[in-house]
């Protein structure tokens, strides 16, 4: 059997406090849960009991490297900008969610980041 | 018209590392939003953007405090244990998620937290 599992990898370049990267990983997970409603992957991951890891890169280029990894392999990709009221710039990619979708897909993505 | 947010409240005394409150966070947004679905409260909220405060408290105690309060006040609480598969012991209660609701019935419970 597959387990599912979502991916959240977070910008450090930024100089977000804990709090702040909190709240862009729950705009994260919503987003995944949202978009991916209704499907098997979705599914089974909230029944799971919603496993995910937070994971961190050095940059926005960075970010993006993993972002087109994760497309081309078809796994869903949801990018968070934040509207910039407090601690950053409008509109700046502070985090992306990958899948929800089996641990195998993920992990070859993001298997070599480390954990924030 | 009034605007709505989520508040999520941690508890500060169990020495998570910063990527494991982000990912207690994540579960606590999806939670809220999926206990909400269909609600008007909820719709709003996810169509204004979202809106979440994260906010600190001492401990379980205090945040089982918080949490009455809330619900006294007819305001949907999701409370989120941890499997304790890592760094915490099964079982634990390590945030709370208040809301979606109108800013003022959230601030009139955690008005007095500071942010994470």
Known sequence: MLFMKLAIVVRKD???SCGKIAGQV???SVMAYRMAS?????????NEGQKKIVLKTENGESLAIIASNAE???IQVNYIRDFGLTQIEPNT???????PDSDEKIDSIVGGLKLL
Chains 1, 2 share one sequence.
């Open 14 to 16: 930024l100089g977000m």
């Open 26 to 28: 729950g705009h994260a």
């Open 38 to 46: 209704g499907t098997h992957e979705s599914d089974q991951w909230y």
């Open 72 to 74: 081309r392999n078809c």
């Open 93 to 99: 990619l502070t985090c992306i969610a990958i899948g």
